[in-house]
Each structure stands twice: as structure tokens, then as C-alpha cells.
């Protein structure tokens, strides 16, 4: 097969979401004669353990040959005690880096069948489907210098830097407005220009990228503060929300959480496209952790991976329909009133992962 | 009078939301012969207009002067293309600055009448009481270097400095813990050490200071990107949450908008206490904004600035006492069904800000 993807299952319910959804690659296989060239390597605290390193520079290697890479979750409270560089999330965060995988698209969709699961009201959550698009290459997480000093008198200072470049922030907005133009039109930046200088930098270069490339598009700027707010009293109010890479974690997982799907919520984080050849660096993952309390007692929400899974097939490969039928199949399996723990709700069928898969599989025969 | 306050009420509905709290202050000397010694000042876009500057000088040390400051809000669209030194917000950082107000108080809780007003269910939030105790005169909004510079290339980099020093995560954890002390005993203590070396040391400092001075304490550490998710989802897990400045303003603003009651909620900003005359520097503020687009139509919510007013008499005079015929003078208006229109609901009555006040100044009498 010229479809070459690289399965990094990391920690935690990783191994087992990843387990799943490589069913319904098989399936895929078998069904729909979609083959796929499959690697897979350690990542995170599977890979320290074997390698001392949360990401091996082979493994890093892969990636970069690889067309698309499905990644589980990292991470543990087995390493909590590492020092900083030896992290499990280091390994991600290489992978972000050396990819140079600068946008994060991270939908926070709330399913029919799921209204109830929000802590929302329903009326404030039915329908709602909002994409946040995540600087991922740079800002805080990446910024030099960095450091914890000693300082003369004895105590320490601990200093990060948060910058960001006119080609950084005109390319993940030229990647906003895209996504916009897809959906429903309206395009929200958000930083904090009142109060930092790489915001009032974003702020300017958004802005003058909307009025020279974003006709037909609305357009807004909005305070951090203010959308997390924002995001609580009315999210339907959003299509697209652009931002930096802080930001972005935080508003990403508040959006996540309002739609009380968070085990079925995926995402996406892709390169730039190579001008002569059309592909670009790609890593899928779930929205959600690792979640050591739950691993390994075949409970965890396979959905979140699997998902991932479709953005793959339709952001990678372009094989929307694959990714339809997919996603058709997990909708009707939850329309059916399947639930795992961490989606619950009373009257619905608790189901293990295993079975949650079956029943997919099950689904997909039929569609 | 020994009580030196000075009012600043700012822009937008803040001269209103003041002026009806300076009602409540007169009442209190009336009636309870509680006398303040009041100056006024400009601030924001209101001393920009007169002065060219968001703060003089003069009012700066008038600040520094007296026993308490109480704030209305700053800001407005007229502003919006001033440069970054001008903009109105600058002179409220340049107060919390120069006054070393390191330690904001945002109480973020649901009023029993007003658990229907919360975009959450109602019984995720009913009785819901935390405390986030921001940390404000450090971090990202004031670390040098910060600046936009020319690039050899000729486009521009944007770039602020975020740090922390042990002295000062220990002043803000001393807080948290005293704060946890007076409530139900439990501190989360909020960063991304997983990223930023800032909030390494930060879990560093305050793990440490929670072994050695947070005996009888419930203490945690968690990343920032989970806080926001866990408020949406189980708010009531919170006692007292400790986050550095820019965390805490997107959290705090998250957390009072789970609420419901946002034109409710007050703040303090808090300086250290002098270990000579016991005094601290204090500026008393609404957690609501400047609102321009109800700005001059009666419409605004004046209890978040009585409510600020109220914490004033406790932090700054000890008056707990006059606070809580305050706070339970509000609390019987509420329930009685007087709305804003901020937080007008079906059943209710709606009433202008005067009105309000009104029916508050009738209640004090009553009590
Ligand atoms: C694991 C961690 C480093 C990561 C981040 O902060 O980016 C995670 O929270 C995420 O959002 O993907
Ligand atoms: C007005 C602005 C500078 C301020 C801040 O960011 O601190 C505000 O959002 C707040 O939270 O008090």
C-alpha cells in the first residue's frame, strides 16, 4: 500500500482505544479494500520505559516518513516524578515541533444522542458545533529562552517566553479562514492585545489578514477571558476560534467539556502542505488523556480514537466517504442507546470497549 | 474621619454602578455613623479623555494614600485604536502594580434566588462557593523583556516574558492556605509544569509550602487545561483554586460565569500587610466589565460594586459586621424577585439600576 501511517498508542487506555479503532482498520481492509502500510512505535511513558527517552529519535524518524500518524494518549502518574526533559509529554510535543504540525483542529460537537450529557442546559448545547483551530508550533510551549535560574539571594525564578512571528500567525489564520469558508463563515481570534505584546502583534496580523484574504467571512477579536466566558453563557455563537497554543489548550478542553462527550471528541494537527508533492505531516488524537485510573479494565470510550481515526481517512487520505460510513456507524450505534462508563446516562446500555467496538463493526456490516 | 477611600469609577456603567454604591455609602454614615473621608479620581479612558494618560501621577499616589480603593470598570470601543500605553486598562495594571496588589480575591458563588440563571444545571451549581485567588502583580502581564521588533526578514515578532520567583508563589500560597483555613480547608494550585518552566518551580514552591505550613490542609496540583474542564464539570470539587495572573484571569472569568451571576460577583486586590501599622494597600472592584453598550441607560447591575463595597468594610476596616447587613440586605431584594435586566428571568421583576438600589436602601432600613 502507498498509505503509510505510524500507530504510537502511548499510555494508559491508549494501547486499548488504539487496539479498537485498528479493528476498524482491519474491517476497512477487508470490506472496503482501504489498505494500509502499518507501523507502530512507543511513545510517551511506554517509551521511557524501554528507551529512557519519551520519544526515540528512530520513532521521531517514522513519523516524519510516515503519511499520517494515529496517536493514543501519554502520560501517568508512574512518572510524575521525572525530571521536566524525560516527561512522557515531552514525546508529543516533539512530534508537534519536528513535524512542524502548526494547526490543531479540535471540533467540539455535541452528538444528537448526547444532549443530556452536558453539564449544559440542553436548549444551550443541542446542534452546537464549534471548531477551535490551535497554534501548535510555537508560543509558550516552544519559546526560548526558558529556564529556572538561581537568583543571588538565594531563591529561584522560573521564566518562559511567549512569541509569536507575522509568517506564524498569517499562516494558521489563512488555515481559520479555510475552515470557515467550509462552514458557517465567521471566524473568532482571540488573545489578550490588552495585556501582552505577541497579542497585539496576533491581533494586527489577524486583522489585516481578514480584510485582505477574508472576504465574504465575518470576523471578530475577542479577549481570552472573554471567550472562556463566552464559551459558558452562549458557545453557539462560535464557528471557528483561532488562537495561540496556550490559549488553545485551555479553551480547547473548556469547549471539550461543555459538550459532555469528552471520550468521543477527536482532533487533528497537520503541516503545511508540500507544494510539489501535496502531502503534509499529519498526528490524529482524541481530545482526552490518558487516563491511568480507567486503564486496563477494558472501560475506557473508544469513540475519541476512532474519530481521529475518520479525520485521518479525510484530512489525510481524502476518503470522505470511508470517513462518513465510519461515522455513520458510530452515530447509529449511540442513536441505539450504547453507552461506556464515562457516557452513562440513565436508560442506556453500559457496554465495555470491546463490545462498544463489536457493535461498531456490527454497525458497519450493515451500513 | 480616620477612613480614607478613594473612588475611581472609570467608563461605561462604572460611574453608575459607583454612584448607586455611593448611595449605600452615605446610608452607612447616616444610619450606622460609618463615615468615609472620599476623594474621586479619573481612570481609564475617562483620565485618558481629560489628562491624555489612563492614570496621572496624582491620582496614582491619591491610591497609594488612602485606605481602600473602590473601582468601577474601565474601557470602551472609543478607545480601541489607542496605542497599547495609552489604552484605558493600563492604568488599573498600573494601580496593581504600584500598590503591590500580588493577591486578588474573585469569590465565585451562586445566589440561591439566582441557581436558575446559571447556564449549567441547577443542581451542578446550587450552593456552589470557590474562591479563585489570583496572583496580580506578576507573570506575563509585567515581565520584561516584552516588546514587537523588526525582523532581518522585515516582518515582526511579538514577544512578553512570563516568570515567577519562590518569593513571590510563596506570598500568593501563604494566602491560599489562610484563605482555606477560614472555608472548607482545601487548596488547588493551578499550572502547566508539564509545559512552561514557570509553572515548574510554581508546583515546586507551593508542594513545599503546602509540607511545611499547610498542616490540616487538603491540597492538590493541577494543570490549567484540566481546571477549565473540571469547573465545567463538577465546579463543587473547588474549595480555594491558587493560579498565577493569566491563568486566573481566563479561569476566574470562566468560573463567575458558571454562575450565572456575573453583574454579581465582586473582587479585592489585596497588597501585603505592613508589620508595623497592620495596614495593606486595597482596591475593591466588580468582576464585570465596563458594559459600554448599556452604559448610560439605567440598565446596569449596581450589587457586584456594592457587593466589592462589602468586602471592602471586611478586609480593609474590619467591619464584618456593616458587611453583612449589606450582603443580607441584597440577598432579601433578590429573593423578593427584583431583577436587572442582566439577570431577568421568567416570574421575576425587572427594575432599572436605580430601582434597585432603591429597594436595597429600603431594605437596610428594615433590617
Ligand atoms: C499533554 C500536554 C502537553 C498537552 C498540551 O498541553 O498541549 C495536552 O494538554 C493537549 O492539549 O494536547
Ligand atoms: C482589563 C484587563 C486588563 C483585566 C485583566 O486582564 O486582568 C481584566 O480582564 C480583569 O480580569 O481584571
Redesign the pocket.
Known sequence: SNKKLLVLPGDGIGPEVVGETLRIVDWMAKKRSVSFDIEEGLVGGAAYDAHGTALTDETMTDATHADAVLFGAVGGPKYDDLPFELKPERGLLRLRKEMDLFANLRPAMVFPSMVENSSLKPELVSGLDIMILRELTGGVYFCEPRGIEDLPDGSKRGFDTQAYTTPEIERIGRVAFDLARKRRGKVTSVE?A??MMSGVLWRQVMTALHASEGEGLEYENM?A??CAMQLVRTPKQFDVIVTDNLFGDILSDCAAMLTGSLGMLPSASLGAEDPTTGKRHALYEPVHGSAPDIAGKGMANPIAEMLSFAMLLRYSFDMGEDADLLEKAIDNVLAGGMRTADIMATGKAKVSTATMTDSILKELDKL
Open positions: 489578550k490588552n495585556v479577549f477571558d472573554n
